[in-house]
């Protein structure tokens, strides 16, 4: 059975600083690797996505995620952080003979002070 | 642009009590989901659908019941509420996938309380 891990449930991190938050993904075949986000009280965005090709995938809001094979991970990244990325956000695994079913994280919380 | 429409927002129920969360979405998507979201556990697939007049459970059907008469509607129900169904509940509409990686439309969540 597929799973994906979000080892960080909260991260706390000063506007302007970078941000990395990690995923951990377990699938036999080759998976479709999503990454989520939710603003207090709203349903979930797509940052971005990734199939197959260059595993550096360029999202939505600045982000980007690598995706890494051989460590069965798909962090997500941002630069510089804006108040506005305080959310939560999920990594998300489906695979290619199931259709649209997700397997999500546990998500993991994001704080941005000032 | 209406997307993927959800009611209630919220909702209390007592044990016992039936109900039905009901979803609706205007972009002529053939699939459509239903997830609960649990502190922690991220979300979890309860039942989804390829299309109108086909269902199938996902990981945590036990307690709900869905159908699908129209493309549009895909309203999820519980028979007996049980606190154990305290959640968020989001439901998510996409084009088909069936070959997968289609980006999913979220609702905006019915939040419910079963005492």
């Known amino acids: 059975a597929q799973s994906v891990t979000q080892p960080d449930i909260h991260i706390t991190v000063s506007e302007g600083a970078s941000l990395e938050l990690r995923c951990n993904y377990s699938?036999?075949?080759?998976?479709?690797l999503f990454w989520y986000v939710q603003s207090p009280g709203q349903g979930l965005q797509l940052l971005l996505k990734?199939?197959?090709?260059?595993?550096l995938v360029q999202g939505i809001k600045g982000f980007e995620a690598e995706f890494k094979r051989s460590q069965s991970s798909f962090n997500l990244r941002k630069p510089s952080v804006h108040w506005s990325d305080a959310a939560e956000y999920f990594c998300?695994?489906?695979?290619?003979?199931?259709?649209?079913?997700?397997?999500f994280g546990g998500g993991t919380r994001v704080l941005v002070k000032p | 642009n209406a997307g993927v429409t959800q009611t209630p927002k919220f909702q209390v129920l007592k044990t016992g009590q039936s109900m039905t969360l009901q979803c609706a979405q205007d972009?002529?998507?053939?699939?459509m989901s239903w997830y609960r979201q649990d502190p922690g556990m991220g979300l979890r697939l309860i039942h989804y659908?390829?299309?109108?007049?086909?269902?199938d459970q996902g990981e945590v059907p036990n307690g709900y019941n869905v159908s699908r008469s129209t493309t549009e509607d895909f309203p999820l129900r519980l028979l007996s509420a049980a606190p154990s169904q305290t959640s968020v509940y989001f439901c998510?509409?996409?084009?088909?996938?069936?070959?997968?990686?289609?980006?999913?439309?979220f609702g905006s969540g019915t939040q419910l309380s079963v005492l």
């Open positions: 972009m002529n998507h053939e699939y």
């Open positions: 998510a509409s996409s084009y088909s996938g069936q070959g997968g990686g289609e980006k999913l439309f």
């Open positions: 659908s390829v299309g109108a007049g086909i269902t």
């Open positions: 699938y036999g075949a080759t998976p479709y």
């Open positions: 998300a695994v489906g695979a290619v003979a199931a259709g649209n079913k997700l397997t």
């Open positions: 990734y199939f197959s090709g260059d595993t």
